[in-house]
């Protein structure tokens, strides 16, 4: 069992950065991929970014693609979003999510957390 806490989220003008933080309980944190999800009001949840294991390897949407950077410390066993140059359009709830395989639907991963809400005003 993994156990995914969210923080960071905010409201922020448009153009601004942001940094998410995703702390994880449990020792088998660095088994894990770690990703980051987002929903917006009255549409599908969609995959953001996501990180292997050991964090060499790097996965974006293509719409994040050059502004945000995925990053994880599997001492601290947190998982980061690092978020630049934020749009109107970024405005979601994040989540964190953990699974055994890379992958770009969310029933890809095992584990959730409860998500924080970030708001871009323009």
């Known amino acids: 069992q993994v156990q995914l806490v969210e923080s960071g989220g905010e409201l922020v003008q448009a153009g601004g950065s942001l940094r998410l933080s995703c702390a994880a309980s449990?020792?088998?944190?660095?088994?894990?991929?770690m990703g980051w999800f987002r929903q917006a009001p009255g549409k599908e949840r969609e995959f953001v970014a996501a990180i292997a294991r050991g964090g060499s390897v790097r996965y974006y949407a293509d719409s994040v693609q050059g502004r945000f950077t995925i990053s994880r410390d599997n001492v601290k066993n947190t998982v980061y979003l690092q978020m630049n140059t934020l749009r109107p359009e970024d405005t979601a709830v994040y989540y964190c999510?953990?699974?055994?395989?890379?992958?770009?639907?969310?029933?890809?991963?095992?584990?959730w957390g409860q998500g924080t809400q970030v708001t871009v005003s323009s």
């Open positions: 449990g020792r088998t944190f660095s088994s894990y991929i």
């Open positions: 999510t953990a699974g055994p395989f890379y992958g770009r639907r969310s029933t890809d991963y095992s584990y």
